[in-house]
């Protein structure tokens, strides 16, 4: 074998190791992560600090969460499907629940935030309001570009493709090609749409 081959085999085996090891303190904290491809550095998987409300972390096989990837349940659950990955310092708040289907993918440095503020009058601060949790849903095959920010309450048809930078504060068609703040419907992918 040359060398650099070697080298490349002893990064990828190494790599496997590490991913096995951090998937087995995950499931001793209780996430179901079965066969995982790959954790990467410093991963944050919390709960809410309240036991009665701790919210559930539940991972397909195949699922790839990388370096810097954070993911806080605030009582909600997190239901990620098959082969999703999801991008470096990635964050999801899961306050309402969060879904992600199958075979998605998530670029680095998104967020999804299921909850909002409510907005009090002046003299009332905001920090002082509770959470209004809303589940978002992402369907399957679905593509957020780097730095979508996804909010409460939206639902994500499966197929979707969501423009670098944009914020999605309503739910998206099935196919939808869409980008902006806030992210509009442009296009459809080929064999979608409302004509199909």
């Given at each position: 074998?040359?060398?650099?081959?070697?080298?490349?085999?002893?990064r990828?085996r190494?790599?496997?190791?590490?991913?096995?090891?951090?998937?087995?303190?995950?499931?001793?904290?209780?996430?179901?992560?079965?066969?995982?491809?790959?954790?990467?550095?410093?991963?944050?998987?919390r709960?809410?600090?309240?036991?009665?409300?701790?919210?559930?972390?539940?991972?397909?096989?195949?699922?790839?969460?990388?370096?810097?990837?954070?993911?806080?349940?605030?009582?909600g659950?997190?239901?990620?499907?098959?082969?999703?990955?999801?991008?470096?310092?990635?964050?999801i708040?899961?306050?309402?629940?969060?879904?992600?289907?199958?075979?998605?993918?998530?670029?680095?440095?998104?967020?999804?935030?299921?909850?909002?503020?409510?907005?009090?009058?002046?003299?009332?601060?905001?920090?002082?309001?509770?959470d209004?949790?809303?589940?978002?849903?992402?369907?399957?095959?679905?593509?957020?570009?780097?730095?979508?920010?996804?909010?409460?309450?939206?639902?994500?048809?499966?197929?979707?493709?969501?423009?670098?930078g944009?914020?999605?504060?309503?739910?998206?068609?099935?196919?939808?090609?869409?980008?902006?703040?806030?992210?509009?419907?442009?296009?459809?992918?080929?064999?979608?749409?409302?004509?199909?």
């Amino acid at each position: 074998m040359k060398p650099r081959r070697w080298v490349e085999s002893i990064r990828y085996r190494w790599s496997r190791a590490l991913t096995a090891t951090r998937a087995a303190r995950l499931r001793l904290r209780g996430v179901t992560i079965p066969a995982p491809r790959i954790i990467g550095r410093a991963v944050s998987l919390r709960w809410s600090n309240n036991p009665e409300q701790r919210g559930t972390l539940a991972f397909g096989t195949g699922v790839t969460l990388e370096q810097g990837v954070a993911i806080n349940t605030y009582g909600g659950d997190v239901a990620v499907g098959r082969n999703v990955h999801i991008g470096p310092y990635s964050v999801i708040y899961a306050h309402g629940g969060v879904e992600i289907g199958d075979d998605t993918l998530i670029a680095m440095h998104c967020c999804i935030a299921a909850a909002n503020h409510n907005v009090p009058p002046m003299g009332t601060s905001i920090r002082s309001q509770p959470d209004v949790a809303a589940k978002v849903r992402i369907g399957r095959d679905v593509w957020l570009g780097a730095r979508v920010c996804v909010l409460a309450g939206v639902e994500i048809g499966d197929g979707c493709v969501v423009g670098a930078g944009s914020v999605v504060t309503s739910s998206l068609p099935s196919g939808s090609i869409a980008h902006g703040t806030p992210a509009r419907v442009v296009a459809y992918r080929a064999g979608a749409g409302p004509a199909h």
